[in-house]
Structure formats: structure tokens, C-alpha cells
């Protein structure tokens, strides 16, 4: 499906929290491995793909790391 039928994006630090959007539905868009200082960490790029309203998932992740920019 191409990126012009995106309806939502969402993004993740947590590999525990990627897999739910995955089992949920969300489509994985991009897996960037970002750094700041001494801190380096894997944000995971969600997007929303379907015609539907995706359903309300509470994340069960630690996100950890300095604040995503």
C-alpha cells in the first residue's frame, strides 16, 4: 500500500510497544536509530492504513531515553 493512503502516523521507542501497533494492525513505516550525546536508540515509525479507525492500545513499554525530537 503506498504512503498516500496514511491516515495517522504514530511513533514508539519501545520494541514491546512496536509489536502491539504490528499485532494491531499499524504498518511499519520506518526503523531510524537515533543518538543524542551518549544516548543512542531505535524509534520505530508507525502508519494507519485502512479505512477504519484504528482501536485504542495501551502501551505496556518502557520508553526510555531522552525526549524524541
Known amino acids: 500500500m ?3 493512503k496514511t491516515k495517522r502516523l504514530i511513533s514508539t521507542r519501545s520494541e514491546v510497544n ?3 501497533l504490528l499485532t494491531a494492525g499499524w504498518t511499519l513505516l520506518l526503523v531510524a536509530d537515533r543518538q543524542e550525546g551518549e544516548y ?5 515509525h508507525f502508519g494507519w492504513q485502512h479505512e477504519s479507525e484504528p482501536r485504542d492500545i495501551t502501551f ?3 520508553e526510555d531515553g531522552p525526549p524524541a525530537f
Open 2 to 4: 503506498g504512503i498516500e
Open 40 to 44: 543512542q536508540w531505535v524509534q520505530y
Open 60 to 62: 505496556t513499554g518502557v
Open 18 to 20: 512496536a509489536n502491539l
